[in-house]
């Protein structure tokens, strides 16, 4: 397990404005806490939200927090990938696969359910604000830095409800359904003489060598060509079938199982008490901040504007400057080489004393 450090990172905006990082490559993360009280899913939102900070140039790791069940029997020691969680929720970035995880629990089906399209992530070094809403009505909404890249209703992007519709089950193709659009055509017939002339033939225009021996050399054979008059495999011609039918279709009737569940975003009807980091990182440095759980999307913004947004700005000028720096460097370091790698030995011939 890696161990967190408590800092505000390498660039900020308020060098007080601690968050939690990891800090040693190629390590399990593992840490949580107790809601100040338990999140019951009810007649408002839930609202979970946080910043995340890449000071690593990340390559892979997840960076997703968990909200979680458990009440009084949590074990926050035995804290890990196998304990229950109502969502979880925020950025995973490993190689090309960079998405939002956006997963809830599904009390009817007793499973955790992944949202079925991505969700836009940022990838850079600078702070950014991940939001999660849930709504009463049965939709969500994913905000990024206060900007919305995905919503919509619960069923739409997530498994929650089996299909409203399905394959008639009882219906099967006729076994004198004809779906072949072409045939052969049974008049057509091969060309006699069609196979008589090879791929291949000797090049007419080509002549033995002067200097060849057929002794030393063998018997002379012309290089071989492609036959102009080979025609290929023949293939016989293909017609329209008179008996087609057309592509058979399946008929479709309404799923008798199918059922509108109302309850989809109770994710925490039983109540959520903890929130917590459980991830794997390779190159570590994340700082996370500014967690809220709350049922109130006023509040999670009034809260961002106290925290994530306050420093947003000094942070970034404090990270343009540090890269502004590093490229200044880099320059006259380039330079330093370019002037060693032009300096000729011989320069040095007759400067005396001087030298």
Not at 178 to 189: C, S
Request: hydrophobic share 30%; aromatic share 10%.
């Amino acid at each position: 397990m890696g161990q967190w450090k408590h800092t505000a990172g390498e660039w900020f905006g308020d060098a007080d404005d601690k968050g939690i990082q990891t800090s040693q490559d190629a390590r399990f993360y593992g840490i949580s806490a107790k809601l100040d009280k338990p999140f019951v899913s009810g007649d408002k939102p839930l609202v979970l939200q946080y910043s995340v900070k890449h000071e690593q140039n990340l390559d892979c790791g997840g960076a997703y927090l968990k909200l979680l069940p458990g009440g009084n029997a949590f074990d926050s020691a035995g804290f890990g990938g196998d304990t229950p969680y109502a969502i979880m929720f925020g950025p995973d970035i490993c190689g090309s696969n960079k998405r939002t995880h956006v997963i809830l629990q599904d009390h009817a089906k007793s499973e955790n359910l992944l949202i079925n399209k991505d969700v836009p992530v940022e990838t850079d070094d600078l702070t950014h604000l991940y939001t999660l809403i849930v709504n009463p009505d049965n939709t969500f909404e994913v905000l990024v830095d206060n900007k919305s890249v995905r919503k919509g209703p619960l069923d739409e992007h997530f498994d929650f409800l089996e299909p409203k519709t399905i394959k008639d089950p009882a219906a099967s193709k006729p076994s004198d359904w004809v779906d072949e659009a072409k045939i052969v055509d049974p008049e057509d017939k091969k060309p006699e003489g069609w196979d008589d002339q090879p791929a291949e033939i000797p090049d007419p225009d080509a002549k033995k060598p002067e200097d060849w021996d057929d002794e030393d050399d063998g018997d002379w054979e012309a290089p071989m060509i492609d036959n102009p008059d080979y025609q290929g495999e023949w293939q016989p011609k293909m017609i329209d079938n008179p008996d087609y039918k057309g592509a058979w279709e399946h008929p479709i009737i309404d799923n008798p199982d199918y059922k509108y569940n109302e309850d989809m975003y109770k994710v925490c009807k039983d109540g959520c008490t903890h929130l917590g980091f459980e991830i794997w990182q390779v190159t570590t440095g994340t700082v996370f901040d500014d967690i809220i759980v709350t049922n109130s999307v006023e509040e999670a913004k009034e809260y961002a504007e106290k925290t994530f947004f306050k420093k947003k700005e000094g942070e970034k000028k404090m990270y343009d400057d540090k890269i502004e720096k590093e490229r200044e460097e880099s320059a006259s370091t380039n330079l330093e080489d370019d002037y060693m790698g032009d300096f000729d030995m011989s320069d040095m011939m007759g400067m005396g004393d001087e030298f």
